[in-house]
């Protein structure tokens, strides 16, 4: 079994629709993100969370909202999805130090808004 | 603003070549550069860290460089096999929490 598992893998649906992806670990890490992956750029970041009580806006926050539900289950919700929402959607996990950084990966939640 | 920038966009090489993939960087306060493969439909994998002190680091056929004076990297390839067909991302780290991702290189091995 994967160590960060997220569900849905693939999503299609349409415009003014809510929209929930989740995202569960098996790591211990505490920190946990969400970033997105659109063709021709980089990985940015939606949200991020250090703990259950602690949530953090990224760079491109507008339109979603997260809930760290226990230290392992952090989900995304679309409460009314866009086509320009259409994307990949990544869950990364973190230990709170001594890795240097490294991220460790789920394996996507392909989102399609029609 | 910190920005990670990698060349080439794509790269189509024949199976058992080798090949170079650049990073440059504007990131400071500089603290470490990872190279990660990701697989088609897959998430991204660390291959390799380099930190400020390290020039060259090798992890089976894959060996990365660093210079910090010209804020550059490189991944080399030796003997390119069918399975390193993959996006490749260049991602450096300001401290610990500040992360900046290039936008990938997409290499294609073919036979």
């Known amino acids: 079994d994967a160590d960060v598992t997220q569900t849905p893998r693939n999503r299609i649906t349409k415009t003014g629709k809510r929209i929930m992806l989740e995202c569960s670990q098996t790591?211990?890490?505490?920190?946990m993100y969400w970033y997105r992956q659109d063709p021709g750029l980089g990985l940015r970041l939606i949200y991020y969370?250090?703990?259950?009580?602690?949530?953090n806006k990224g760079e491109i926050s507008d339109g979603y909202s997260v809930s760290r539900q226990a230290q392992a289950k952090f989900s995304l919700s679309l409460e009314s999805a866009i086509p320009n929402q259409t994307a990949l959607y990544f869950c990364?996990?973190?230990?709170?130090?001594?890795?240097?950084?490294?991220?460790?990966f789920g394996e996507g939640s392909r989102l399609t808004v029609l | 603003k910190n920005q990670v920038e990698q060349s080439p966009q794509s790269l189509i090489i024949l199976e058992g070549k080798n090949c170079t993939l650049q990073?440059?960087?504007?990131?400071?306060?500089?603290?470490?550069l990872r190279w990660y493969k990701q697989d088609t439909g897959r998430g991204p994998v660390s291959l390799t860290i380099?930190?400020?002190?390290?020039n060259t680091k090798s992890n089976g056929r894959y060996t990365a460089t660093l210079d910090a004076d010209t804020k550059q990297s490189s991944l080399h390839i030796t003997a390119s096999q069918l399975s390193d067909s993959a996006s490749y991302i260049c991602?450096?780290?300001?401290?610990?929490?500040?992360?900046?991702f290039g936008t990938g290189t997409k290499l294609q091995v073919i036979p």
């Open positions: 790591k211990g890490h505490d920190r």
């Open positions: 990364a996990t973190r230990p709170t130090a001594g890795n240097t950084g490294e991220l460790f």
């Open positions: 380099m930190t400020f002190s390290e």
């Open positions: 991602v450096v780290s300001a401290g610990y929490q500040k992360v900046t």
């Open positions: 990073c440059n960087y504007t990131v400071s306060p500089f603290s470490n």
């Open positions: 969370s250090f703990d259950v009580k602690d949530i």
